[in-house]
Each structure stands twice: as structure tokens, then as C-alpha cells.
């Protein structure tokens, strides 16, 4: 809502400030959104004389003028118009002036091989008036101007005000200097109605139809005959022009000073070309019309129309129609002020995508009493300024408006702000916005103003208390620091313990969006449902991910063509299943590329691999509290991992569900995106699937208890076939004699010569210690062979000798 | 001359020559070894003659000491030379670079959530989640936001169907739904996360992170709501005093409803803030509207509290100097790495929120 402090005044009687207007606004509620002074633009046209004109050597049309613009020197101007002669008196616009009509900014320019210096200008160019033939002529009493500034400076900045939507009311003048008054700004100055002579009857016949969902309650209509349809005087002109509104014509201009002056729409049709009357009905399904704004509308079933007998004035409260719009030459008006409901009027413009002024109030809730009122200051002004016989106000209503009451009780208003003022302070300020006060016994029964559709209930009526007393009022009570309540849960925490861990492991954090680019997803979706979103910012982020890699991997790529070459970057956040509310599931995505110890004189340089990750998975679960020792790993992954590079973890052999996932990601998949690395390595871990455990740290810890009795390290080796992985080994190994086998470690395997083409051997360190006593060598044989009956027997290999 | 003097005298004019460590060694085995020259005379001790037993014994003892006290300080002597000798060859360029090393940091915005944690668990906020994707029920029409509300415009809302039932959450608030519907008031949790809204430019950015605030009790008021924001605020930019606007606005799920601003200056093209005579938004609040807690089967005449919302992203741009909101989702290596975190520092109540 865009106001001028000029304007208030017709309403506010004050003698403060602008400065503190400013503040006062947002301090209650208004927000000033921003303040500018719109002459300052303008203030470059100065008043100048032609001195001497000569024809322009290459071109018949052109002029070249000597101009006198109050400097020393004369300016060389080149000009077109056939009215720039010697001694005129004109406009001129400097380089570096803004043309208003083009929004174009003058430069030093050579026209036809002369340079000119700026522009004289046309009262078009100006947006004075339509007069475009020929430059601007100024009367001799501006000779003593030259060199000034034409256009006087205004004195009042525009103010630009965010309103919020619960206040229509403020979406005219009076409502704004309301609110101030009563906030001690000033005084509220009563509106005086202008007596006019109704001298005819309302003679065109309104009928708003009684039918389901009727968006129109009352249509007040007057009708103005013999009027002369002009330019509107000056100060209506500079009244628009001062809040950025370009006047048109006196009648048109009139509706929208009311419309911003006392948020009353209203709208002016050619009475002459409305056929018969008017009904107001829910529109038929395909009907059509040409609105205003020179589109034509088709509608669907329901919405609310202005008709004639021949079809569709206009859309109720939103665009009146080029076939009724008033013009210079219409004669006969009728003016109408109508009711409209919001939700019909939103419901319209949403299917039509339309907005206008009228559409921004009427959704937002006009007072339904304003109807006349807005009628007889159009109609008073337009007597005025365009003459003619105004008619009897009539108005048509399928339901009459009740007010409404609220029993408000003075004590709720410290219970919900924290301090208190008096009765007497209320009352004054709930009188001040219009309410209309019963004392009762325990509370006051209040009146609602019309024009407040944003008020029902009490909490509201301390809203308007405390917004007007000033929220500086409002006692600032230190919190008090206690806590009853872990701040965490312990799926937040482990969230955060698995965050810091693969940072801690060299991994750079990203955030990216939920949304990504189908084609990307695709790749990772598997067999999950693809879920678009109906209105996505753009095609490449129209679906939601299911899963991280497909953004990891597009912001990999970006960074490998910034010339990084061995990154680490992961993410932790929501991959969906589904399109309904917790269809989703927290996952850790990590994805690395290049080399380890590129460059290095001392480390051998080699490709980051999928034991890399699998390190980095199995080190944070295992720093999260998971035993290692129990983990179960097999290589079934998705079809985005390669087959033969990649596994999955389970924390334990019952398999219930899969902790993580690691491995190359598919060639495939790196050829189709072109990306550039020689490798590509990722890991997933799976929140939601990670076993809490019901102990708290200090349960957890087990019993210290080591053993003092000498141990003994044993290798083996063992020729199985290719196919036999080494976790089976450790696993049988494991379960020979649990209690005297404290370690098992895998540390060589080996294909090739003497060893069969389809076998391989596997050299495992065993850890052999009793918690009773010293084993001898007997003891340790004994072990020794059962290690290994048990690997041959149940994994078919063979011991090495 | 004893057998003991000669023995001393020999050994001790040899020990003086120049010796290496084998010869020592030899050196010592003569002498202490299994049938050495001093350990033949220990055996000596039991037959030799009572009344000469205990000179004997002690003379032996003396020249075993003295024999051995030079042994060792020659092949001390030899060691040292020898070490020496070794690292003198051993001297490595030790300016070569290190093994290297990468260093893994933490998002900003997931720092400044855990910042922002740390502050309200002090005053005894705990942590609630909801999903991204929620129904319009609960982002909207719970929060007082009926179909057709004009604050809905105020929303550019990704939607999931055609029919507008399920939706990317535009804030935080229905949290403050899912929280009050499965539990019993009191209430005291904040709830950070995404948001989304269809909106994108320089300062606008389809996914962003809020943190939702909710307080309700019996007589929390709006006291209350200003104090508890007053010390976040102060904390979180980890400053003493702080210069801040409570100004009337509104949202249809709070009444009255406030924003809150808070004051900075700029200078030498640094933000600072607390001081100075600029407003800057920050956050919106409010006392939880009537209708809200009816919705949520909360008696508004027996609970009351307030709720806020505070931008995430905005936050830990002012306080890190961050100047493009773009730039946290843009994952750009060089970016990441510089206003990343190292993950060590865990914002905590006893360490402080920051280095």
C-alpha cells in the first residue's frame, strides 16, 4: 500500500513528523517497507529557450538548436519537432535524465553526424499529457525560469507499506490514519459526507440471482446521467501521480481516489451500453468475455459475473469488461459499489490467474457498510468535476449484514502479555479503532467495526491492545535454565554421531536439495516409485530423490571440472519412498574420486578403491558402538553399485536389514553422466536401520577383564576355490574354540603361480590365548588341529605346507 | 705378587689400549665367564684358608668391581661413538612434505543447527523432527490457515499431487502440529529442519532450513516469549548485549504475532551485530493463536505459549559472513572448505558454541 504523508492528512490532524510517522507505522503494525522521493528523478528538466535554430546539414526533418538552459554556454541540441523555433520557451532534459515515458536514460548522442546534448521534450515524453506533436510550448512568464527545475519538488515522500492480510481496513488512507490516531499520532478528522441532490430514480434494473454459492450479497448502483468525461483537475492528478498511479480519465480516476482513499472499490460502466439490466450470476461454463485488461477470459461453471442480457460485463470484484468501460465520450455512468466474498473472489482469480486492486481488497474482506458511502463521495466528485444528474442510490441484497459482538474480559490481556494497562486506557483505544463499548458486569460487551473482518474472538481484541500500547511495553523475562527433558533422542544422537564421524574421516559435508533431476535419479531409483512434483522451479529439479547419489554425483562432477581431482564429499538427509508424509528415510551418502598419495615422494600414488570406503563405513559404525566382530558382509548391492566391487553390511548374521552399502559405482552410470575420474567410490549407511541399543553408554561397557597368560600367534594358510570368500574362513575359525581364539586376521591372498588356476590362497593370523592358564605345545597343536579339520571340512580347502 | 694383583694388572693395562666391542666382549668373557679368570677366583673363596678368607675375599671383590666399572665405561664409551656415528649418516631433509592428509569439515548450516541446540537445551528445549513431505492439513489448515486464507499466497508451495493434499512443507510449523497432536502439554521443543518453497533467486532459495520454536504452558506469556528470544539471540551471536525490535505483524497460527528485528551496522564492509542504527529481520513469532490449539485438542482456556520461526541459513549467514544464500546448496569444494567446520568442534555449553 503505497501512501503519501500529504494524503494521511486529509484524515490526520498532526503536527509531528514524517520521521516519526515512520516509525509510529511499523512500531503499530505497518510496516514501511521502503520510502522514496519521486521527484528527485525529475528534478533534472529545466525550463530553457531556443536561441538559434539552423536546419541540420545531412537530414531535411532535423533541427540543430542553440539552447539557453541558464549555463554560460549555449547547448547544441538536435530536434525534430516543427514547432522549435527561435525564442520558444521549452523542456529540456540533460544527458544523464531519465525520459518518463520510455524509461529511458539520455545519452550524449551524434544524430546524423551532429552531436547532440540532451532533448527538448514533448509533453508526452513527460507523461503531462497525450500532446505528442511537437515539443512542450511554455508560456513567458516562465522566461525567468530558465535554467530551473520545471517540475516543482514534491514535499512527500512515497511511503510503501507492507500491510498484512489480515488488514484490509488499511488499504485505504483512512484506515492507516485511524490506526495512528489511536496510537496517540494525531487526531482523526470526521468525514463529512457531501450533500447531493438526488433528483432521478435508479432507472436500470439490478438483479443479483438467488442461486448456490452466489458470490455477490449486495450490488449498490447509482446512475449519473450527462456527464462530460474529462481530464481529471490537477490535484486528483497529483494525488494519483504522488502514490504511482497514472490518472486516466476524471471518472476512472475518481473510483480508484476512492478506492485508495477510503479502500472502497467501485466501478464505473458506460450505461448506454448495458443492455436492459443487470443480473449478477454464477457464470455458465465456456462463457467468454474481453476484460480490461484487453485478454479474453473463459470461464468455468460458478463464478460470479456482471451480466447484461447479451452476456458477461464483467468478472464481480475483480475486471470489469472492454464492452461497458467507460471512455472521454461517455455520457451516462452507472456507478456501482457491491459486496463481494472473499473466498468466490479468490477461488475466480486463482482458475484465471488474475490480479488486480479490487481482487487484493475484496479477498482480503471489504466493510460491507461502505457501499453508500463510497457511492455518494464517487458520485459527489464526479458531479463535480464532470457534471451531470446523479439518480437515487439503489441496492440490492440477497442477505443484510449483522454486526457482531464480543464479550471481552480485561484480565486476559495481562494473562497473555505479561503487563498491564488500565480499563480506561482500553477503552480509549478500542473507541479510537471503531469499536463501539457495553460495560457489563465482568467484561465489556464490544461492537466490531465493519471494516475489521480479521476480528472474532478475544485473543484478537489483545492483539489490537498490545499493538497499539507498543510492543516496547512488553517485559523481557530471562529464561530460566533447566532442563527435564534430554534435548536429544537417541536416533538424533546417533544422527549426529554418524555426521561428525565421516567428516572426521575426511569427508566434506554437503547440503543439496531434495529435488533433483530425473535423469540423475534414475539411475539410483531401482525399483522405488519416481515422485514427481506437479509445479517443480524447473525441469531439472522436478523429482524427489531416492537417493543422495544422484545430487552427490552431479555436484562431484561439477567439482572434477573445477579441477579437483581427489575429493571426498557426503551428505546426510532424506531419500523418499513415497509421496506421503514420512515415506522417507535418513541415509549417509558418501562418494569419493581419484587417487590416494597423488604426487607424494614418499607414499605410492594408487586409485581410491572400494576397501577405502569399506573402511570408512566399518571405522564409523564400529566408532558408533556396533562390533565389527559380529558384522556380516556379502556382496548382493543395487544395480548402481559395480556387481563385482561392492557389498553390503549387516550388523550381524541374523541379516535383518542392510546397515550400509560400499563400492565402485557402475561404469555404466560414469559413462552415461561423463563424468571425469578413474574412480568412483561410494557408501550408503541407512539410519533408520541401524539397531539402538536399549543401554545407555555406562550399561554398555562391558566388564574389564584381560588375560596375563602368554598368547600365541599362529599363520596359516589355506588353498580354497576362487569363489570361497574369506569371511567363511574367519567364520569357522571363529567358532573352532571361541574362548581360546581372541583374534583372527586375514593378511595375504594370493592367485597364481603354485596355486591352481581356479583356486587362490588365503594366509590368516590367528591369535591363540586362554584367560586359565599357559597353553603348552600340546595344547596349541591340539588347537591347531582343529583350525584346521574344521576349515577343510566345512570350506573344502586345504591347508598350504 | 698375588694372582689377583697380576690378573688387575694385566687386565687393566690391557683395557687401556684401544679396544672395539668384540675385543671387549672377549675382554669380559675372560674375565666374568662361566670359568673367567675372576669367576675361577670367587670359587676359590670356600677352600682357601680361614684366617685369609676375608682379605681374600675382599681384595676380589674390589678388583671385580674395578675390572667390571671399566668394561662397561669403554663399551658405554663404543655405544655412543657408535650411535653417533649412525645418526650422523641418518640426517633426513625433514622440511619433505608430511604423508597427506585430508581434513573433512561440517556444513555450516549443520553447525549453526547444532549451535542453535546446544543454546535452547541450556533453558530446556528439547529436539522434534517432522517429515518433508507433509499433507496440507497440517501445514496449513491446522495452523489456522484455512484454503482459500490470502496468507496462503504468501507460500509458494511445491506440490506433490494435482488435487494440492500433499505438499513439500513451506516452514517448520507443522511440527508444532505433529508435537502437540501425540503428546500432553507442557510443550518445550524446538524443531529445526528443511523447508521448501517455489521461489528461487539471489536471495531466495527453493529449500531452506528453519527452526521452529514451541513453548506451552500454563502462564508462559509474552514475557516470556521475548526473554527466551532475547537470550538466544544474544547467545547465538555470542555477544553480551544486543540491540532488538519487537514489531506488530502477523501469521494466522500466532495472535498477536510480532517479527523481530535486530539491530547491525556495517563497517569496513563487515556486518556487525547488535549495534548501530539498522533493522534487520531475523525471526517471526507470536503466542500460539486459540484456534491452533483447539485443533490440536489443546484447552486454550487452561494452555498458552508462544511459538517462533527462525531462518537457519539467514542465521549463520550473519554470524559467518556468508553473503550468498545460493552458495550452501552449490557444494562447491572451495566454498564448502572454507566456511565448513571442522568436525571436532562440537558446539557444546562448556566449550563455548565457537572457537
Known amino acids: ?801 | 705378587m698375588s694372582d689377583l694383583k697380576k690378573i688387575r694388572d694385566e687386565f687393566i693395562s690391557k683395557l687401556k689400549g684401544k679396544l672395539d666391542l668384540a675385543e671387549l666382549n672377549q675382554i669380559k668373557s675372560d674375565l666374568f665367564g662361566k670359568n673367567g679368570l675372576v669367576s675361577s677366583q670367587f670359587k676359590k673363596i670356600g677352600i682357601i684358608d680361614f684366617s685369609e678368607r676375608k682379605k681374600f675375599a675382599s681384595d676380589l671383590n674390589i678388583i671385580k668391581d674395578e675390572l667390571q666399572d671399566l668394561i662397561n665405561l669403554k663399551i658405554n664409551e663404543i655405544e655412543k661413538a657408535n650411535i653417533n656415528e649412525k645418526l650422523e649418516k641418518e640426517k633426513i631433509d625433514v622440511t619433505l612434505p608430511e604423508r597427506s592428509f585430508v581434513k573433512g569439515k561440517i556444513h555450516p548450516v549443520s553447525q549453526t543447527i547444532d549451535e542453535i541446540s546446544s543454546i535452547f537445551s541450556e533453558i530446556g528445549f528439547s529436539v522434534e523432527e517432522g517429515p518433508d513431505v507433509e499433507n496440507e492439513y497440517n501445514n496449513f489448515t491446522a495452523l489456522n490457515t484455512p484454503d482459500n486464507h490470502p496468507a496462503r499466497d504468501m507460500h509458494d508451495t511445491f506440490y506433490l499431487d494435482d488435487k494440492k493434499e500433499r505438499l513439500l512443507r513451506t516452514h517448520t510449523s507443522p511440527v508444532q502440529i505433529r508435537t502437540m497432536l501425540k503428546d500432553k502439554p507442557p510443550f518445550k521443543i524446538i524443531a529445526p529442519g528443511r523447508t521448501y518453497r517455489s521461489d528461487s533467486d539471489q536471495t531466495h532459495s527453493p529449500m531452506f532450513h528453519q527452526v521452529e520454536g514451541l513453548n506451552i504452558d500454563k502462564n508462559i506469556n509474552m514475557g516470556h516469549l521475548k526473554g527466551c528470544l532475547n537470550y538466544f539471540i544474544k547467545e547465538f551471536f555470542e555477544v553480551k548485549k544486543i540491540k532488538m525490535r519487537f514489531r506488530p505483524s502477523h501469521f494466522p497460527f500466532t495472535e498477536p504475532s510480532a517479527e523481530v528485528d535486530i539491530g547491525y551496522e556495517i563497517n569496513d564492509g563487515k556486518i556487525i551485530i547488535g549495534e548501530g542504527n539498522q533493522w534487520l529481520e531475523i525471526l517471526g513469532c507470536g503466542m500460539v493463536h486459540p484456534n491452533v490449539l483447539k485443533n490440536v485438542k489443546v484447552d486454550p482456556t487452561k494452555f498458552q505459549g508462544y511459538a517462533f520461526g527462525i531462518g537457519i541459513d539467514r542465521l549463520a549467514m550473519l554470524k559467518y559472513g556468508i553473503n550468498d544464500l545460493r552458495a550452501f546448496f552449490d557444494c562447491d569444494y572451495r566454498w564448502l572448505n572454507h566456511f565448513g567446520f571442522d568436525p571436532l568442534d562440537v558446539p557444546t555449553n562448556y566449550r563455548g558454541l565457537s572457537r
Request: net charge positive; proline share 3%; aromatic share 8%.
Open chain 1, 1 to 801: 500500500m503505497k501512501i503519501t504523508f500529504d494524503w494521511l492528512k486529509d484524515h490526520l490532524k498532526t503536527n509531528l513528523k514524517e520521521k516519526n510517522l515512520l516509525e509510529q507505522l511499523t512500531n503499530i503494525g505497518l510496516e514501511v517497507e521502503s520510502v522514496e522521493n519521486l521527484s528527485s528523478d525529475n528534478q533534472l528538466f529545466k525550463v530553457a529557450k531556443i536561441i538559434k535554430t539552423e536546419k541540420h546539414p545531412n537530414a531535411d526533418r532535423l533541427k540543430v538548436c542553440d539552447v539557453n538552459v541558464g549555463e554560460k554556454e549555449l547547448k547544441k541540441v538536435v530536434c525534430g519537432a516543427t514547432n522549435a523555433s527561435e525564442g520558444l520557451i521549452t523542456i529540456y532534459a540533460p544527458p544523464g535524465a531519465i525520459i518518463p515515458k520510455t524509461n529511458t536514460k539520455l545519452e550524449i548522442a551524434k544524430i546524423r553526424g551532429v552531436t547532440s546534448y540532451g532533448m527538448l521534450c514533448s509533453e508526452s515524453e513527460l507523461n503531462l499529457s497525450d500532446e505528442s506533436d511537437g515539443i512542450t510550448e511554455l508560456s513567458k512568464k516562465y522566461e525567468k525560469n530558465i535554467g530551473k527545475s520545471y517540475f516543482s519538488k514534491s514535499k512527500s515522500n512515497l511511503i510503501d507499506l507492507s500491510i498484512t492480510p489480515n488488514r484490509p481496513d488499511c488499504l485505504g488512507v483512512k484506515g492507516i490514519a485511524r490506526d495512528l490516531a489511536a496510537s496517540g499520532f494525531g487526531r482523526l478528522i470526521a468525514s463529512k459526507e457531501k450533500k447531493i441532490k438526488f433528483k432521478t430514480k435508479q432507472t436500470l434494473k439490478v438483479k443479483i440471482n438467488k442461486e448456490k454459492g452466489q458470490g455477490c450479497s449486495a450490488f449498490g448502483s447509482c446512475l449519473i446521467k450527462n456527464v462530460k468525461n474529462t481530464e481529471s483537475p490537477q490535484w486528483l492528478k497529483d494525488k494519483l501521480i504522488s502514490v504511482g498511479q497514472k490518472p486516466i480519465s476524471a471518472i476512472v480516476d475518481i473510483t480508484n481516489y476512492v478506492m485508495l482513499d477510503i479502500n472502497r472499490p467501485l466501478h464505473a460502466y458506460d450505461a448506454d451500453k448495458i443492455e436492459k439490466g443487470i443480473i449478477i450470476r454464477n457464470s455458465k461454463s465456456g462463457e467468454e468475455f474481453t476484460a480490461l485488461d484487453n485478454k479474453i477470459y473463459k470461464l468455468e461453471k460458478g463464478m460470479c459475473v456482471i451480466s447484461d442480457n447479451k452476456g458477461v460485463l464483467g468478472l464481480g470484484g475483480i475486471i470489469g469488461g472492454t464492452r461497458s468501460g467507460t471512455e472521454f465520450d461517455t455520457k451516462n455512468i452507472l456507478l456501482e459499489s457491491a459486496y463481494f466474498d472473499p473466498r468466490s473472489i479468490r477461488n475466480t482469480a486463482k482458475k484465471l490467474n488474475l490480479d488486480t486492486d479490487a481482487k487484493f481488497r475484496f479477498e482480503r474482506g471489504i466493510d460491507p457498510l461502505s457501499i453508500e458511502t463510497g457511492l455518494k463521495k464517487a458520485a459527489s466528485l464526479i458531479q463535480e468535476i464532470c457534471g451531470g444528474e446523479v439518480s437515487k442510490i439503489d441496492i440490492q441484497k440477497i442477505e443484510s449484514y449483522k454486526t457482531k459482538t464480543i464479550n471481552f474480559d480485561v484480565n486476559s490481556f495481562e494473562n497473555i502479555v505479561g503487563f498491564k494497562i488500565s480499563e480506561k486506557e482500553i477503552q480509549r483505544i478500542l473507541t479510537d479503532l471503531g469499536f463501539v463499548i457495553k460495560k457489563e458486569k465482568k467484561f465489556l460487551k464490544l461492537t466490531i467495526p465493519t471494516w475489521r473482518p480479521d476480528i472474532s474472538q478475544q485473543i484478537d481484541i489483545i492483539e489490537e491492545l498490545v499493538r497499539i500500547s507498543g510492543y516496547d511495553k512488553i517485559k523481557t523475562i530471562d529464561p530460566i535454565k533447566d532442563r527435564s527433558k534430554s534435548t536429544l533422542t537417541q536416533t538424533q544422537r546417533l544422527f549426529h554421531f554418524l555426521q561428525r564421524a565421516i567428516a572426521s574421516k575426511g569427508y566434506l559435508e554437503t547440503i543439496t536439495w531434495s529435488f533433483t533431476d530425473q535423469s540423475y535419479n534414475d539411475h539410483f531409483r531401482e525399483t522405488n516409485k519416481e515422485i514427481k512434483i506437479v509445479n517443480p522451479i524447473s525441469s531439472e529439479l522436478g523429482v524427489l530423490r531416492n537417493s543422495i547419489f544422484s545430487n552427490l554425483i552431479m555436484y562431484m562432477s561439477k567439482n572434477l571440472d573445477r579441477g579437483f581431482k581427489d575429493l571426498s564429499i557426503f551428505e546426510i538427509g532424506p531419500v523418499f519412498t513415497g509421496s506421503n508424509p514420512g515415506e522417507q528415510k535418513t541415509v549417509v551418502s558418501g562418494l569419493s574420486a581419484g587417487k590416494k598419495s597423488r604426487l607424494s615422494w614418499i607414499d605410492k600414488e594408487r586409485n581410491i578403491d572400494l576397501f577405502d570406503a569399506k573402511r570408512d563405513v566399518v571405522q564409523t559404525l564400529s566408532e558408533a558402538g556396533y562390533d565389527s566382530d559380529h558384522f556380516f558382509i556379502d556382496s548382493k548391492t543395487p544395480n548402481y553399485y559395480h556387481p563385482g566391487k561392492s557389498g553390503r553390511i549387516f550388523l550381524d548374521h541374523s541379516k535383518d536389514k542392510v546397515a550400509a552399502y560400499f563400492g565402485e559405482i557402475h561404469p555404466n552410470i560414469l559413462k552415461k553422466i561423463d563424468i571425469k575420474t578413474e574412480n568412483l567410490i561410494g557408501f550408503e549407511i541407512f539410519l533408520e536401520n541401524l539397531k539402538l541399543s536399549r543401554k545407555t553408554l555406562k550399561d554398555q561397557k562391558l566388564k574389564f577383564s584381560v588375560s596375563d597368560f602368554q598368547k600365541s600367534e599362529r599363520d596359516f594358510a589355506f588353498v580354497v576355490n576362487k569363489d570361497v570368500e574369506a569371511q567363511e574362513l574367519v567364520s569357522v575359525i571363529s567358532n573352532v574354540s571361541p574362548n581360546l581364539i581372541s583374534n583372527i586376521k586375514v593378511f595375504d591372498v594370493y592367485e597364481g603361480e603354485n596355486i591352481p588356476d581356479n583356486q587362490k590362497s588365503i594366509a590368516i593370523s590367528i591369535t591363540i590365548q586362554s584367560s586359565e592358564k599357559t597353553l603348552n605345545d600340546k595344547d596349541l597343536e591340539k588347537i591347531n588341529n582343529s583350525i584346521i579339520e574344521a576349515v577343510e571340512n566345512k570350506t573344502g580347502a586345504k591347508i598350504r605346507s
